[in-house]
């Protein structure tokens, strides 16, 4: 599903993990940005990743 601006706001800073389908793996990071199409995770190694919605399987909210 999309989401809401205001829902955005809210999960920018916060940790996740999303299953990608074309990597076929958990990915790991920091939220550090979200639109209406994307979500962009800060790795472990500092390296930021665009991940486009259409390839997100789940993504679920780490409690830190």
Same mark, same amino acid.
């Given at each position: 599903?999309?989401?809401?601006?205001?829902?955005?706001?809210?999960?920018?800073?916060?940790?996740?993990?999303?299953?990608?389908? /074309?990597?076929?793996?958990?990915?790991?990071? +920091?939220?550090?940005?979200?639109? &209406?199409?994307?979500?962009?995770?800060?790795?472990?190694?500092?390296?930021?990743? /665009?991940?486009?919605?259409?390839?997100?399987? +789940?993504?679920?909210?780490?409690? &830190?």
């Amino acid at each position: 599903r999309n989401i809401s601006t205001d829902e955005q706001r809210d999960i920018v800073n916060q940790y996740a993990r999303v299953w990608d389908t /074309e990597v076929t793996d958990w990915i790991p990071g +920091k939220i550090v940005e979200a639109s &209406t199409s994307s979500v962009t995770l800060e790795l472990e190694n500092g390296e930021k990743k /665009e991940i486009d919605f259409s390839r997100i399987a +789940k993504a679920k909210l780490l409690n &830190t």
